[in-house]
């Protein structure tokens, strides 16, 4: 039973404007949750990461937001560029599981010239 | 440059081989891991390892086992390779400590089981 949901398999957005990416969760115990960015034949590599004492972070272009409520996060990419075209993972952990990491199916994001 | 590198890039098995997946981390990292990826799942969790020698069931381990005889190395074997394992292997290493600690993977294998 995947504890962490991302129900759109696939965003188009055309270059410049907002990519908006969502993320829901099941276990309340998720105390960090965490972006993962992966191109084809590579390893997903991090992207940004947030604790669940706050409800934003920001990094340049990318910007997460948690609502702790509706066990919701979402990650935010403005302006979207050619280069964000990739495979995004949500991801979640808790203290009471090691930090051990639950992954989302992934959203595909093709960014359009 | 930190890098986790994987033994093979693409993989192709017959039935009932045992395959070995080898996986090596020169950060120093505590921390390793092995997941599996496959389309509409995402990661799955196989198995890990928090120090040399030890080893920890994750959310799939059926089929599966782990070696951990040094500290940047972590091998995934499978004692006999069935189909519904193609997939993507992936491993990872991080540091101990808290959930905000980024988990840092390889490029993957391209496992086939024919």
């Known amino acids: 039973d995947q504890q962490v949901k991302q129900n759109s398999p696939s965003l188009s957005v055309q270059e410049g404007r907002i990519s908006i990416l969502n993320c829901d969760y099941t276990?309340?115990?998720?105390?960090?949750f965490l972006w993962y960015k992966k191109y084809p034949a590579e390893g997903p590599t991090f992207l940004i990461s947030i604790s669940s004492i706050k409800d934003k972070n920001e990094d340049g272009r990318f910007t997460v937001f948690l609502n702790k409520s509706a066990k919701h996060l979402s990650l935010h990419i403005v302006p979207s560029q050619p280069g964000d075209s990739a495979v995004y993972f949500c991801a979640a952990s808790a203290y009471s599981n090691d930090y051990k990491l639950s992954f989302g199916a992934g959203t595909t994001v093709t960014v359009r010239a | 440059d930190v890098k986790v590198t994987q033994s093979s890039r693409y993989l192709v098995k017959r039935t009932g081989e045992k395959v070995f997946l080898e996986c090596v981390q020169d950060m120093d990292h505590e921390n390793m891991f092995w997941y599996r990826q496959d389309p509409g799942l995402g990661l799955r969790l196989i198995y890990f390892s928090y120090d040399v020698k030890m080893k920890e069931k994750g959310d799939i381990p059926e089929g599966y086992s782990v070696s951990r005889e040094k500290k940047e190395r972590f091998s995934l074997i499978l004692e006999s390779a069935s189909t519904n394992q193609t997939s993507m292997y992936l491993c990872?290493?991080?540091?101990?400590?808290?959930?905000?600690?980024?988990?840092?993977f390889g490029p993957g294998t391209r496992l086939t089981v024919l």
């Open positions: 990872a290493s991080s540091l101990p400590g808290t959930g905000g600690n980024e988990q840092f």
């Open positions: 276990n309340s115990m998720f105390d960090y």
